[in-house]
């Protein structure tokens, strides 16, 4: 019965697998010291984040973020670098939005607010009008076109504090975002206000993206703040609210040009087999995007830096891509996945950083058995740098799109309770991400590629 | 064979084992939730670093933080609050010190520095002397007093920044700090300049305790920023420094009275027994000690609050204790262990947050066999909060000292990776802690003590 538990087998692999452990054990080291010390990240993510700024698809400065990121891949020592071109959606916000509670007997109240990306603008006019709050669509749809029609909409679903993991509650209140406004409009709604996506009580406004159903008329909608959505709620339950008002003038111009920007080290073995790491260039108009997603564009360059630096020549081919226009169309990503195909390329696997760049605590791996369990015995590799959550999960916007020609997919999980106090808001800036943080993300991605292109999946 | 990995006898137990780790998970879960929704640690933070501020021990602010914690601890639900008296070192800065350095054919260049805690002063007149860098007491011990006699030393001693916990840095650098001016001293110099203790380069000097060794001249010490040792150590490297000066009037006063704050909850099986959770309640002078302890001592604080507020009637007396003096003498740490051999009290456990109120990794447990293996078999109920590093290691400066009288020990271990960025410097201020973080670290210091009380050690 012994064979049962531990096949005979084993005994032979073992000894080869403990010097195999202990190599690669070695060689993260290398790979941690080299990040560690002379890691580039951090340095290139204040260049993206305070020369270059904000850098929404379609903007001047997603354009300079696109030939900045093709300059460091050259610097970090790409043999390759190259841009892939890709038509994009090109919103943009217009004037600074405003808007204002009237409270019965009182000033009115200006509120802090900003359009969601892709949203339609009031018009210079903008909207007036009485305000309903909703905690739920279920609510919504109770309350129907007698209550809503001719209404702004106030969608008041705030991020579950009790989730641990942060994207969890981003998940499930997001759709007061994504799906709003085209909910509140079957009833008539002339416009939303949103509780922005934040898990922290402050001033700022959190955009991102939202999507108009076809179906119904196009409302305008805008983000409020969660201090402004606590006191809004409170004035509603006391009936002292008259009216609420926006402007905004947001606008979706016609598509334009973009690149996703491409840098490769070829492989020696077998240079057809293609692994991808990567982030998104593009950001939302209101701070740095330095968190989301500058970090992960720049741990993806660092990777490719710290494999060369520490001398590996990577059997496979290994490509850090800086996708365009995740944030609010994703067309980077199936950009990507439409040359694969085209060029028949085989892409063996990818990795994504999109979740900001805090310490990492782990990889959601987006891949069945008997990968899933290859993987999971490099666990203890990455434990003395923090990663031990190592489970099934979905990798992320860009690499996604290759599971469609079956490509081992992977996403980088950091500690997940800052993200969605700066996410989308004017506070993702350079000063709130931790070097040491963004490079522990970097040195965890790059054993992971080491890993992947030395024994393959 | 079977028996000896496995006790027949552990299958009686084993049922009984899932019930109460099943009840135990639910308990935590209400625990967990009560803090997250309606935590007081961060708001109670908030009051100290933003209407209290620095609180060195003998300082005023030291005094109303004593008086704030006092009602905190009341409003928590604590059955009886108390102070324990107990003398401290009153050490204070003096006026804004000045530091120089004078590089050949250019204007003096004015660093950014700070006395080391419980440094004596230059006087107003100062010191000015050449310098001489050194990066090990090793290379210290080589130049000798030859090269040493008279001039100011400059102890450059960077924080390993390959070491994933920084603390680990940390321990091996501090040395510089706390023990080079008597070392340097030994050899005839007439002044140090310490490197700051920090993981990140910036502007900010960073204090901290030095100690003087009796048998050397006492000479005064400052630490200077980590980009001014770098630049100093560039400048010296080319040659081009003639001198350094620098002024500081800190002085040690006499000893003065201060108190440890402590909270009970009586416990209604064996209240005879205690179980400690406390953080320390002075801070440095530079900045409102947010992370340094502040965050420690309302995660002490919310322990009580929320074992209150889910309806835990706990068997053994709990106690949050706020230490005075942890910074620059520990007194706080050794009156409560006095007062707890005088009045002849049993001490089965103490749990120390002085790590900061980042996202909790794990706990460091300072105990034997089989206690150790008790609580590792508690491990996956703190897995969900993020807590997976549950390892034998030191517990924290205030609570070391019951382990004379044999109590059990454990500190709380959260990311290290930020904490020496702004640890002992001007940047140690409320708007770096993270609501969400701080409340991740009292839920889990919470849980343990819920476990401990429930099934003793």
Not at 11 to 38: G, H, R, T, W
Not at 46 to 69: H, M, N, W, Y
Not at 288 to 310: N, P, W, Y
Request: charged share 20%; with cysteine.
């Amino acid at each position: 019965m012994f064979k049962k538990f531990f096949p005979a087998s084993c005994f032979y692999l073992l000894p080869f697998f403990c010097v195999a452990q202990s190599e690669d054990s070695a060689m993260i080291k290398k790979i941690a010291d080299e990040v560690l010390i002379n890691g580039k990240a951090y340095e290139n993510l204040r260049f993206l984040c305070k020369k270059i700024g904000p850098r929404l698809s379609g903007s001047p400065q997603a354009q300079k973020a696109v030939e900045a990121t093709a300059r460091m891949l050259m610097e970090a020592g790409a043999d390759t670098v190259y841009l892939q071109p890709c038509m994009v959606p090109h919103w943009v916000r217009g004037i600074k939005e405003k808007g204002f509670i009237q409270v019965a007997g009182k000033p009115v109240y200006p509120l802090h607010l900003c359009s969601l990306g892709n949203s339609l603008g009031t018009g210079k006019k903008g909207v007036r009008a009485g305000v309903i709050e909703v905690r739920s669509f279920k609510e919504l749809d109770q309350l129907g076109t007698a209550v809503i029609k001719g209404k702004i909409v106030f969608l008041n679903f705030p991020m579950n504090p009790t989730y641990i993991k942060t994207f969890r509650a981003y998940g499930e209140s997001g759709i007061s975002r994504w799906q709003g406004a085209s909910k509140a409009a079957s009833y008539g709604a002339i416009g939303t206000m949103v509780r922005s996506l934040a898990s922290n009580e402050d001033d700022n406004p959190h955009t991102g993206a939202m999507a108009y159903n076809d179906s119904f008329p196009k409302i305008p909608a805008v983000a409020i703040s969660t201090n402004d959505a606590e006191w809004l709620s409170k004035q509603l339950k006391l009936k002292m609210v008259v009216k609420a008002s926006f402007t905004n003038t947001s606008a979706m111009l016609a598509d334009t040009i973009s690149y996703n920007v491409v840098g490769e080290i070829r492989g020696n073995e077998f240079p057809k087999e293609i692994i991808t790491v990567g982030g998104h260039l593009d950001s939302w108009d209101l701070a740095e995007g330095a968190q989301d997603d500058g970090a992960g564009v720049m741990q993806s360059i660092e990777v490719l830096r710290v494999l060369k630096a520490v001398g590996i020549h990577p059997k496979r081919t290994i490509r850090a891509v800086m996708f365009m226009n995740e944030e609010n169309g994703g067309r980077g990503g199936e950009k990507y996945l439409e040359l694969a195909e085209q060029n028949k390329e085989t892409h063996l696997f990818g990795l994504e950083s999109d979740d900001g760049g805090f310490t990492p605590r782990g990889f959601r791996l987006e891949m069945n058995e008997p990968q899933l369990s290859k993987v999971m015995q490099w666990k203890n590799l990455f434990y003395p740098y923090g990663v031990y959550d190592m489970a099934a999960g979905e990798s992320g916007a860009d690499v996604g799109p290759l599971k469609k020609i079956g490509t081992l997919l992977a996403g980088l999980s950091p500690d997940s309770q800052r993200y969605f106090d700066v996410h989308h808001a004017a506070t993702d800036v350079f000063e709130n991400v931790s070097k040491r943080e963004l490079h522990l993300g970097a040195l965890n991605m790059a054993a992971l590629i080491y890993l992947v292109d030395k024994y393959g999946l």
